[in-house]
């Protein structure tokens, strides 16, 4: 037994957006351009009139599934505060969504379905035994800028929606199927956690639309020597003119830039491993490694060292692409847009390489 | 994200109502890599040659029905604007565009989330005007396009 190689249909979601491919040919390409079996999807992308999937629509995805001997490994569901206008979902709002996602996945042959950091953990306890009764585990997503381990006392951090992060995520996660002795909740953790530095496509991103593009080499280049806030004024001081960038000079696009720390450390994988329900395999752009002709890595993500502590600790689920890099390559002409089938074929490439190497 | 793919570059055409040209459409597809529930969208940040046009000049056609308001649309909870498809968006113009290029300006804002936020209740009550950001997907900046007027 072994690690296994799956793909999230995210990972074509250009190919999907012009057309180029349906869901149907990237199941197609799991099987037959990477020897894969494992398909992760995004609830709202792929399944056509999400949450009311027709019959027909149900048919035909177990028939593809077989046709090309693949496995529904995990559907990524979400959670819109917002849905309903009038006030803001409550928690047993958010439950209700949550289990009608769950019975949706089931229905399709889901594993898991992946839910966001941000949904209360009482939403996922009043999810459970729908979870139970319909085979599905929940597995709640550790996406950056959250933490396996918990801060030292009395560091804090903001994260996406203006709260502080929740740095208990995992423990929540872990005591609540502790708690009931069950395999159905877990978590999902994303190789996002593993990046250190900021991706090549967002620099590049962000000096095509900088008026001063040397303003973005020197970030940086001087990521280490200045604070965030340090940065963000040199530049204010170096460039007093205001429209010089299209978003203005928030701390965000800064701090991106800056970046120099993952959010986790391959270590802090060991002692969640028996809470994983499966894996994204976040990445950005698959470079050939000088000198190793045919084996390809991301400069901005450590894959090594997590699959090793993933090996010793004997993980045997399935760790499924999820390409984001062509999104920072879509503001130019068709000839500039990034190829994703060769992208994930190249970050297949590696997987398996260091599936079988790192011991 | 898809920054020069969000409207289809032969699509802005004036509309006719009634013997009358009431305005002008273009057809828009999703800043984001998912889908959302209709009640979500909240309309657009729309300029045209420089001129700015408020969301309340603005309908939207999709699945096959009238184009709606973006009032309208707050009641469509459970209805989807799947991934794959394009829509019309149709704004309000006495004598619609005249002939020829025309520069439309262009940022989203649908309301879809990733959990709680700590805007939640602010925006049941105020929901953001289009072009602060806020719901523009993935793509946060406005997106420029040169576009021929059809017809």
Known sequence: ?359 | MFDNYLIRKDSLENVEENGKITGFKFAVRIADYRGCFLSLHNGYYITVDGTEYPRELQRFEINGKAPRTFEELKTATLEHWNYDDEAYVYVKKDGGLAPGLHKVGLQQSILSQYGYAKHDEEWVKNPPVPGSGDGAGKTFVVCYYDLELQK
Not at chain 1, 76 to 92: A, K
Not at chain 1, 95 to 122: H, Q, S, T, W, Y
Not at chain 1, 232 to 254: F, M, N, S
Not at chain 1, 280 to 300: L, R, S
């Open chain 1, 1 to 359: 037994m072994a690690i296994k190689r799956g793909v999230s249909l995210y990972s074509y979601q250009q190919s999907q957006f012009f057309k180029k491919m349906d869901w149907k040919d990237q199941v197609r390409e799991v099987r037959e351009g990477l020897g894969a079996d494992g398909v992760e999807i995004i609830d709202e992308a792929t399944i056509r009139d999400y949450p009311f999937p027709s019959d027909q629509f149900v048919y035909e995805w177990h028939n593809y599934l077989a046709r090309y001997r693949c496995k529904a490994i995990t559907m990524d569901v979400y959670l819109d505060t917002m849905q309903w206008r009038d006030h803001v979902m409550n928690h047993e709002e958010a439950a209700e969504r949550l289990k009608f996602d769950i019975m949706i996945a089931a229905k399709l042959g889901f594993r898991n379905v992946r839910c966001l950091c941000a949904v209360p953990i009482d939403v996922i306890e009043m999810a459970l035994p729908t979870a139970e009764k319909y085979d599905v585990r929940i597995g709640k997503e550790i996406h950056a800028p959250f933490p396996i381990k918990r801060y030292p006392e009395g560091v804090t951090r903001e994260g996406m929606g203006g709260f502080p992060i929740n740095d208990r995520m995992c423990e929540e996660i872990m005591a609540l199927a502790d708690k009931y002795h069950t395999k159905y909740v877990g978590l999902v953790p994303d190789f996002g956690i593993f990046q250190h530095s900021a991706s090549q496509p967002r620099i590049d991103w962000q000096k095509r639309h900088c008026k001063y593009p040397e303003a973005i080499d020197f970030i940086v280049q001087n990521k280490l020597n200045y604070s965030v806030p340090e940065m963000i004024r040199l530049l204010q001081e170096k460039y007093p003119d205001e429209e010089w960038h299209a978003r203005g000079w928030t701390g965000i696009q800064v701090e991106g830039l800056m970046q120099h720390e993952s959010s986790a450390q391959p270590e802090d994988l060991r002692e969640i491993v028996p809470y994983i329900v499966s894996m994204h395999g976040k990445f950005y752009q698959m470079t050939e490694i000088p000198g190793e002709p045919g084996h390809y890595e991301d400069k901005a993500i450590d894959y090594a060292n997590p699959i090793r502590v993933l090996n010793q600790e004997g993980f045997e689920g399935y760790i499924d692409s999820e390409y984001e890099g062509q999104r920072d390559q879509q503001d130019r002409g068709i000839e500039f847009l990034s190829d994703e089938v060769e992208e994930v074929r190249r970050h297949h490439e590696m997987l398996q390489r260091l599936f079988d190497t790192m011991k």
